[in-house]
């Protein structure tokens, strides 16, 4: 007897993509397999104030790592290789990822450069996966971890399970989700930050268990009617199970700036700040998006960062609209500190503008 594919189990396979940045310079230059590399700003790192993109694993085993500054990692690894990033190689790369994923034929939904979930009912996702991790390796040469569950939630976050797994696959679903997940910090929980850990610890609901056996009203009371009883699903493992294969758009964008001279002046954050929110929202324009909300962040002398974000009246394209908001975000920090760096971060809306 046949069985359909309707009487198979739904999977999901997160497939995240081992060091990214750092492969792909490798791939175009195989003399550097093996020695660790640093890929970040315009590739020098005996400039101030750049910022390391990614390392590969050989870099991350002497702490360098992703955000660090780039003259420090010379100091933890001085004989690492220094690459400027590159984007069009980037996009390129991923293309071809993406391009492996789908010719499986089962949906994709493709998250950024390196990762992606792809959707499949199938009675061996282990073997699935397997087959994946192949033809990406064959394909492409670069290699990925991919974390199998029965939610996107449990998916993400085997693979973080599966990057140390013998065969980089791991699967967490809801026979094994607590025995693995039940005695963990809340903060763990992919979707779960700091601060509402905090928060939950407040309320003695520290590990997983905690939260997921917690009341749903008392988590409305404390939370919201919305995110507290999410928070709880999330500590079940998550409730999320389509693929969306419309092409990737960005929930964001963002950019960011790291004063070659710490500026002292509110004045001059402030300037700094409104042409980064025209810039972006020039682009956002040019791609038809619209925003919904604006961050800014700051970053002092002594590297003390704080994100604050403000949410606009409506959607908009009007570039006064976003600077305006920009800068009413930035009046909420108090500016008496010598400032490194600055950031401005637009939110989007989902769907383009027609």
């Known amino acids: 007897m046949t069985t359909s594919t309707q009487d198979l189990p739904w999977w999901l396979l997160h497939v995240?993509?081992?060091?990214?940045?750092a492969?792909?310079?490798?791939?175009?230059?195989p003399e550097l397999r093996g020695r660790p590399v640093v890929v970040g700003g315009d590739g020098d790192p005996t400039r101030p104030r750049q910022v390391v993109a990614t390392a590969s694993y050989e870099?991350?085993?002497y702490g360098v790592h992703s955000g660090m500054p780039m003259q420090r990692a010379l100091r933890k690894c001085p004989d690492a290789v220094f690459l400027p990033s590159d984007h069009p190689a980037y996009d390129a790369a991923s293309a071809e990822v993406m391009e492996v994923l789908r010719s499986f034929g089962y949906p994709v939904e493709v998250w950024g450069w390196d990762e992606a979930f792809l959707g499949a009912c199938h009675d061996d996702p282990e073997e699935l996966a397997r087959a994946v991790r192949t033809a990406v390796q064959d394909r492409t040469g670069l290699t990925c971890a991919i974390g199998i569950g029965d939610t996107k939630e449990r998916a993400k976050m085997?693979?973080?399970?599966?990057?140390t797994a013998p065969e980089h696959i791991y699967r967490l679903d809801s026979s094994n989700w607590i025995p693995m997940m039940g005695d963990r910090d809340v903060v763990e929980v992919w979707g779960i930050g700091k601060q509402t850990a905090a928060r939950l610890a407040v309320h003695h609901l520290r590990t997983v268990t905690d939260l997921a056996l917690a009341d749903r009203d008392e988590l409305a009371a404390w939370f919201g009617p919305t995110i507290g009883p999410r928070l709880r699903v999330l500590a079940r493992g998550g409730s999320s199970r389509a693929i969306t294969t419309e092409p990737w758009l960005a929930r964001s964008k963002s950019r960011q700036v790291t004063f070659a001279s710490d500026?002292?002046?509110p004045d001059d954050s402030g300037q700094e700040v409104a042409a980064m929110a025209r810039e972006l929202c020039a682009e956002i324009n040019a791609d038809g998006r619209q925003v919904t909300h604006v961050g800014v962040t700051v970053r002092t002398r002594s590297f003390f960062t704080q994100v604050k974000t403000g949410k606009l009246p409506e959607v908009t394209t009007d570039p006064r609209v976003v600077e305006a908001s920009a800068l009413a975000v930035l009046g909420r920090f108090d500016l008496n500190r010598p400032?490194?760096?600055?950031?401005?971060?637009?939110?989007?809306?989902?769907?383009?503008?027609r």
């Open 339 to 353: 400032v490194r760096m600055l950031g401005v971060r637009l939110d989007l809306a989902t769907v383009p503008q």
């Open 23 to 29: 492969a792909v310079e490798v791939r175009r230059r």
């Open 158 to 163: 085997a693979t973080g399970f599966a990057k």
């Open 16 to 21: 995240d993509m081992d060091s990214f940045l």
């Open 59 to 61: 870099a991350r085993a």
């Open 263 to 265: 500026l002292t002046d």
